[in-house]
């Protein structure tokens, strides 16, 4: 027996409905979670914008749609190139 799937209906409160330009993140993990911390850099300073804790298997999950979107962006829009390295001192950027 095929199951349907069932829409559910997602609201956005004011707060978050603009959503939060980051352009740097740090990706930690532990056993249970992994936590990435997106941060908006403009030297000499920063903010953190927004910090989402993920189970490892829902980031298995987002990892797959993020690989998948990109070969569809790249498909209709031409190749992404990566950033640069940022060009100061600070031990904040994109960890690998």
Same mark, same amino acid.
């Given at each position: #027996?095929?199951?349907? $799937?069932?829409?559910?209906? *997602? ?12 352009? =740097?993140?740090?990706? #930690?993990? =532990? ?9 908006? *850099? ?6 953190? =914008?927004?910090? *989402? ?9 987002? #990892? ?10 790249? =498909? ?18 994109? $960890?690998?």
């Amino acid at each position: #027996m095929s199951e349907k $799937k069932k829409e559910i209906k *997602v609201e956005y409160n004011k707060e978050i409905m603009g959503g939060a330009y980051a352009n =740097t993140v740090n990706i #930690m993990h =532990t056993p249970e979670e992994f936590i990435m911390d997106f941060y908006l *850099v403009a030297p000499p300073s920063g903010i953190a =914008t927004a910090r *989402v804790i993920i189970s490892p298997g829902h980031m298995k999950r987002i #990892m797959a749609a993020i690989k998948k979107n990109i070969e569809l962006y790249e =498909t209709k829009f031409g190749e992404i190139k990566p950033a640069r390295e940022p060009h100061h001192e600070q031990r904040i950027g994109f $960890k690998i």
